[in-house]
C-alpha cells in the first residue's frame, strides 16, 4: 500500500442486528459530531465476512491500512458478538483494532469474558429511550477523540 502523506479517516463498524437500535446508534453518533463513515452488519456472520471474504463475494470489504473500530452487539443471529470478538482478538492482523462491546447484556460473566477475549470498551444499552439516545452522544464524543492504528498487519 502507497503511504501518500495522508491519515485515513477512522470507519466505525456498527454489528447490529436490531434495525432501530442501528438507525438510534447512527443518529446519535452523528448528532455528537462524529463524521466517520459507517458501515452497518445485520449479523455476526456479515461482519466476519467483511474480514475473512464471504461465500459470495459481495459487500464491502477490509482494507489493510485503513483504521476501523467496532461496536460490537453480543445477541446476534448466525454468530453471536463474543464468537465475532473471540475471532477478531485471536488474528494478528485484527488484535488491535479496537472493539466496543454495545449490548443489553449486563450479566457480569459476559462482561468478563468479553474483557478476557480484549474487548476495549463494554458499554450496556439501557432500556429507557432517552437515556439510550444520551449515552449514544457521550460515545459519540468519546469516539471524536480516541486515537485508532491503521490495519497493518503488525
Do not use: W
Request: aromatic share 8%.
Amino acid at each position: 500500500m502507497i503511504n501518500d502523506g495522508f491519515k485515513k479517516e477512522v470507519i466505525i463498524l456498527i454489528a447490529e442486528d436490531d434495525d432501530g437500535h442501528a438507525e438510534l446508534i447512527q443518529d446519535n453518533l452523528q448528532e455528537a459530531g462524529l463524521r466517520n463513515p459507517i458501515i452497518r452488519f445485520r449479523n455476526g456472520q456479515e461482519a466476519l465476512d467483511f474480514f475473512y471474504g464471504g461465500a459470495d463475494g459481495h459487500g464491502p470489504r477490509c482494507e489493510k491500512g485503513q483504521a476501523y473500530m467496532m461496536l460490537l452487539d453480543i445477541r446476534m443471529p448466525k454468530v453471536d458478538g463474543v464468537e465475532v470478538l473471540r475471532q477478531i482478538k485471536s488474528d494478528p492482523e485484527l488484535k488491535n483494532m479496537p472493539v466496543i462491546m454495545l449490548t443489553t447484556t449486563d450479566d457480569p460473566r459476559e462482561i468478563r469474558t468479553c474483557y478476557g477475549l480484549g474487548c476495549s470498551c463494554y458499554v450496556t444499552k439501557p432500556v429507557d429511550y432517552q437515556k439510550f439516545a444520551e449515552m449514544l452522544s457521550r460515545l459519540g464524543l468519546f469516539l471524536l477523540v480516541v486515537q485508532v492504528p491503521d490495519l497493518d498487519g503488525a
